[in-house]
């Protein structure tokens, strides 16, 4: 190749190089320009901010609060509210409009007729009204919280209170003191958190005689027969005699309700701190009572229990507890006396809600459509915890009468909303409960209900009553 064809060839490829800069160049500030241009024509075109399509922009947007204070600001510094734009001018905003609420206070679209001073003026005393109105929501919120906050400590206060004199004076006295009236009084007002737990046991006993050990023995019994059961399909007694028939009852059911025991809770669901534990629970007792077995309902009980007391101790509670004479009717499913003690609530139920009572008898409800769930679970599972807790409380005070006389003081608390229901409505809505419950509400409606018939008592009454399932409710003693 010549000199003379290489040196062409270098200032072609210079001048190439060159020129590609140079329209680098010049494409960056264009480019820019051309943005910034489209950008601005972008913002000014009609109905850009109205309908809330607004640029990025560097700094983030305004809250409501923020325009809020920038408009108070403006009228406190002027004396009076801001001067609205001139006739067919469009006003730049130090805002862009949120809510339909502040788009009051944007002028029209330049290719739309602007407002007349009548329509403005009236726009602005909308948006004051509204900020009047939204300054005094905030205000009753605030009051509202105050008071819920003086209520908790009020509520804290006592709590605590009362927890110095049931450790120092109560329990270290306990059979002295639990009938005496200063402590039925301090007992209805609910036990404190951290002797609620030792108040249970103490009340509900030990009648069985479980002892830790018995526990621990029937806890190995229940998990040598999953063991089984996993290695065969079938579960093997320790004679080598198959227990297929109670599958079910005592696995299939545990699994599956332990799953839907206080699902918001997460602590009993599978992988959560509490849920070994309560199949142990219920495993041993199936194992301790292969009479019973397990029954639907047991899991809520067991998992308050574990939640107030440790392992053993639960446990021994558990089965004292359900061998109390109202739990063994019912999870033994004994048709009989459970009509019995449904005939005897609905005497009382007449004679302290006689306007219901009568409204469930048109509508046909009977109290097994609404009663055996809350007292399968001790009504755990129909109330807030922590209002049954505090039923619970007082449950372990009276005994079985205050089951029913708080079934009553649910139907009382209730009663105008229940008047206005039928038959679907009604055991619908009692059997889901409103979760808004208050305890101080529903106690001063348990309060106001009397368990007196004519001059019999719950225990008179149960003893007397007979009741046929096709007959109505008569009494054979006087």
């Given at each position: 190749v010549s000199a003379a064809a290489i040196g062409i060839f270098w200032v072609s490829s210079a001048r190439r190089i060159w020129i590609f800069r140079a329209r680098m160049l010049c494409d960056d500030v264009l480019g820019r320009s051309l943005f910034s241009r489209k950008q601005r024509e972008a913002e000014s075109a009609p109905g850009w901010k109205l309908f809330g399509k607004v640029p990025l922009r560097e700094s983030p947007p305004k809250n409501s609060k923020t325009i809020q204070q920038e408009y108070e600001t403006k009228v406190s510094k002027s004396g009076q509210s801001p001067s609205l734009p001139a006739q067919g001018r469009r006003k730049n905003l130090e805002f862009e409009p949120l809510s339909t609420t502040a788009l009051i206070l944007e002028d029209r679209p330049a290719n739309l007729p602007a407002k007349s001073e009548e329509e403005a003026q009236r726009h602005r005393q909308e948006y004051d009204e509204m900020v009047a109105e939204a300054k005094?929501?905030?205000?009753?919120?605030?009051?509202?919280?105050?008071?819920?906050?003086?209520?908790?400590?009020?509520?804290?206060?006592?709590?605590?209170?009362?927890?110095?004199?049931?450790?120092?004076?109560?329990?270290?006295?306990?059979?002295?003191?639990?009938?005496?009236?200063?402590?039925?009084?301090?007992?209805?007002?609910?036990?404190?958190?951290?002797?609620?737990?030792?108040?249970?046991?103490?009340?509900?006993?030990?009648?069985?005689?479980?002892?830790?050990?018995?526990?621990?023995?029937?806890?190995?019994?229940?998990?040598?027969?999953?063991?089984?059961?996993?290695?065969?399909?079938s579960e093997m007694e320790s004679d080598g005699t198959s227990l297929s028939a109670d599958r079910e009852s005592s696995l299939d059911l545990i699994k599956l309700?332990?799953?839907?025991?206080?699902?918001?809770?997460?602590?009993?669901?599978?992988?959560?701190?509490?849920?070994?534990?309560?199949?142990?629970?219920?495993?041993?007792?199936?194992?301790?009572?292969?009479?019973?077995?397990?029954?639907?309902?047991?899991?809520?009980?067991?998992?308050?229990?574990?939640?107030?007391?440790?392992?053993?101790?639960?446990?021994?509670?558990?089965?004292?507890?359900?061998?109390?004479?109202?739990?063994?009717?019912?999870?033994?499913?004994d048709h009989e006396l459970m009509l019995k003690y449904f005939a005897a609530f609905e005497v009382f139920f007449e004679e302290n809600l006689p306007r219901l009572f009568n409204h469930f008898k048109s509508s046909n409800l009977t109290p097994d459509l609404y009663l055996i769930d809350w007292i399968f679970t001790l009504y755990t599972k129909s109330l807030?915890?922590?209002?049954?807790?505090?039923?619970?409380?007082?449950?372990?005070?009276?005994?079985?009468?205050?089951?029913?006389?708080?079934?009553?003081?649910?139907?009382?608390?209730?009663?105008?909303?229940?008047?206005?229901?039928?038959?679907?409505?009604?055991?619908?809505?009692?059997?889901?409960?409103?979760?808004?419950?208050?305890?101080?509400?529903?106690?001063?409606?348990?309060?106001?209900?009397?368990?007196?018939?004519?001059?019999?008592?719950?225990?008179?009454?149960?003893?007397?009553?007979?009741?046929?399932?096709?007959?109505?409710?008569?009494?054979?003693?006087?």
């Open positions: 005094k929501r905030e205000l009753k919120e605030a009051q509202k919280k105050k008071k819920q906050m003086k209520e908790r400590f009020k509520q804290e206060e006592s709590i605590a209170n009362a927890m110095v004199v049931w450790n120092n004076e109560i329990l270290p006295n306990w059979e002295s003191m639990r009938g005496t009236r200063r402590v039925r009084d301090l007992w209805w007002q609910g036990l404190p958190p951290n002797v609620r737990g030792k108040v249970w046991s103490l009340a509900i006993g030990n009648e069985l005689n479980i002892t830790s050990d018995l526990y621990e023995i029937f806890l190995s019994r229940a998990k040598e027969r999953w063991k089984s059961f996993r290695e065969t399909g309700d332990i799953s839907r025991t206080f699902p918001p809770l997460f602590i009993f669901q599978k992988g959560g701190p509490y849920h070994d534990l309560l199949h142990s629970l219920l495993g041993a007792y199936t194992c301790y009572r292969p009479d019973v077995g397990y029954v639907q309902g047991m899991s809520f009980i067991a998992a308050v229990l574990i939640l107030n007391l440790e392992e053993a101790d639960a446990f021994i509670a558990f089965a004292n507890l359900l061998n109390k004479p109202c739990q063994m009717v019912f999870f033994r499913v807030p915890l922590d209002v049954a807790c505090r039923v619970w409380d007082v449950f372990c005070r009276d005994g079985e009468e205050f089951l029913f006389r708080t079934g009553l003081g649910i139907l009382r608390l209730y009663e105008e909303v229940l008047l206005q229901m039928d038959f679907i409505h009604i055991a619908q809505f009692l059997t889901r409960l409103p979760e808004d419950m208050l305890s101080e509400r529903l106690f001063s409606c348990i309060a106001n209900t009397q368990m007196i018939s004519g001059n019999r008592k719950w225990i008179q009454v149960i003893s007397c009553v007979r009741c046929y399932s096709d007959q109505p409710v008569e009494f054979v003693c006087l």
